[in-house]
Structure formats: structure tokens, C-alpha cells
């Protein structure tokens, strides 16, 4: 006897696994060069010690 798939259940059980065996995230971090280095207490206000990585946040906050 076979078995009727076209529950919604069954539907998302399927997605679900497709996902699980995909991989999380793949990066490319590139090797940073040390150069135009801040200084210890500027490093701490910027976030950062490469000036180059010192850039504006130009995104926006989520809206409620």
C-alpha cells in the first residue's frame, strides 16, 4: 500500500532535510596587512585597528 505524501507535513519534513545537509556558511576572509595601524586607545573607539576597516555604517535599523 503506498503511503499518501501530499500532507503539509510531509512537505516541510522534506525541506527541513534538504537544509540540514547543506553546509551553514562558506567565507572569504582575505589576509589583512599590517599597515596604517591605529593606535591602542583610537583602535579601541574606532573597533578596529586597521584604519582600512574603519568604514561608516550605512545600513538602517530595523523597523518596528
Excluded at 27 to 45: G, H, M, R, S, T
Aim: net charge positive; aromatic share 10%; proline share 6%.
Amino acid at each position: 500500500m503506498m503511503e499518501n505524501h501530499s500532507s503539509c507535513s510531509y512537505k516541510q519534513e522534506k525541506e527541513v532535510l534538504k537544509l540540514d545537509s547543506m553546509p551553514l556558511a562558506m567565507a572569504y576572509v582575505p589576509w589583512q596587512k599590517w599597515q596604517n595601524i591605529y593606535k591602542p586607545e583610537n583602535a579601541l573607539c574606532a573597533g578596529t585597528i586597521f584604519q582600512e576597516l574603519d568604514l561608516p555604517f550605512t545600513g538602517r535599523r530595523c523597523q518596528k
